[in-house]
């Protein structure tokens, strides 16, 4: 069974491969598809043609956007993809299993999780099954790299949180034009604020049980602890820069005329990325739109695309690209591991 295992996961590595392949065309052609005209000439080509319309399509759009816009929302970038693996290290520091596991290693893990994740969609499975191949390759059990896991989605959920209480108490009027997507928006800007409030407090009650240090929840053999104050710390500042990044990217690539500000398109960036996840739609394609033009009427509609597709650029796809190397080499060497070692057993 082992030795089965052994050349299953590589093959799986491979699919993986593929599919990201697969997804990224995809997800370009949907791209470029927006526009009726393109759409028919899309239509009517072949896969070479196609792709020579998609890169033509693309290039118009971002030609407007300045240089300096491209540099900072390449920053922001970085910063989100390295508050992400910064996810990864406070989970290890949690489970204190960080002792030789380099920063490169982490980040490599986190960078690849993330890219596919965030294309995917059901982030704890397509995340989780790349984690369990890294982590486990350097000594991890599967219920260490499950806490891994559920640790990094709840940072995540944290930061969330924390970030929208914040823009919910100083921009309540943010919600109000989402009625038109849902009625449910509609609410006032004080039961908004409220709400901002009661988000906090609840972030203050998760740190109240890590300073009284609550016990650890017991299933059997296994036990689950509640964060430490020294994991905590570091989650109130990861979790935040990994979204301030994200968001970033966003706002750097919409031009300076009708911008609402980083604080509203942050708003934005929260509940439209928020609700792209809990509807496992990959890359938040539609939501994110919808939000953004209705949170930002004064601001042109081809302006927020444009902007949107630098950040799935910046955010998603080229992580998405650059990552298919980074499984093709790693199942490579796993697989050469796994015949050496086959090779080496003596015959029985």
């Excluded at 949690?94 to 294309?119: D, M, P, Q």
């Excluded at 905590?232 to 706002?251: D, K, S, T």
């Excluded at 980083?262 to 928020?274: D, H, K, R």
Aim: proline residues 5%.
């Amino acid at each position: 069974m082992k030795r089965i295992l052994d050349f299953f996961w590589p093959a799986v590595g491979l699919i993986a491969v593929i599919w990201s392949v697969k997804l990224l065309y995809e997800k370009l052609l949907s791209e470029a598809a927006v526009d009726e005209k393109v759409r028919s000439i899309l239509e009517q080509g072949g896969l070479w043609s196609d792709i020579k319309t998609i890169a033509a399509v693309i290039g118009d759009k971002l030609s407007d956007i300045p240089a300096h816009g491209y540099l900072l929302a390449g920053l922001s970038t970085l910063l989100a993809y390295a508050a992400l693996a910064w996810y990864d290290r406070i989970a290890l520091i949690h489970l204190k299993r960080e002792r030789g596991i380099s920063w490169i290693y982490i980040s490599v893990c986190s960078f690849v999780t993330y890219a596919l994740s965030h294309n995917i969609g059901a982030s704890v499975f397509s995340g989780g099954m790349v984690r369990y191949r890294a982590y486990t390759a350097k000594g991890l059990s599967a219920p260490e790299v499950a806490v891994l896991v559920a640790l990094c989605s709840y940072t995540f959920a944290f930061g969330t949180i924390i970030l929208l209480a914040l823009v919910l108490i100083g921009e309540p009027q943010i919600l109000a034009p989402l009625g038109s997507l849902s009625p449910n928006f509609a609410i006032s800007e004080t039961f908004a604020r409220t709400i901002g409030f009661v988000l906090l407090g609840l972030c203050a009650l998760y740190t109240i049980g890590s300073w009284r240090r609550f016990p650890p929840l017991r299933i059997r053999s296994f036990e689950l602890m509640y964060p430490r104050l020294n994991v905590v710390a570091r989650q109130y500042i990861a979790a935040p820069l990994e979204l301030i990044g994200a968001a970033g990217i966003i706002y750097f690539a919409l031009p300076e005329q009708g911008n609402p500000g980083f604080f509203i398109v942050l708003g934005a960036f929260l509940l439209s990325f928020s609700a792209g996840l809990l509807s496992q739609v990959p890359g938040g394609v539609g939501v994110m739109e919808a939000v953004f033009l209705a949170v930002m009427p004064g601001m042109p509609a081809t302006a927020v695309f444009a902007a949107l597709l630098v950040w799935r650029l910046f955010y998603l796809i080229i992580p998405l690209a650059m990552s298919v190397p980074v499984i093709l080499l790693f199942e490579r060497a796993q697989l050469a591991k796994a015949s050496a070692a086959k090779t080496e057993t003596p015959a029985s």
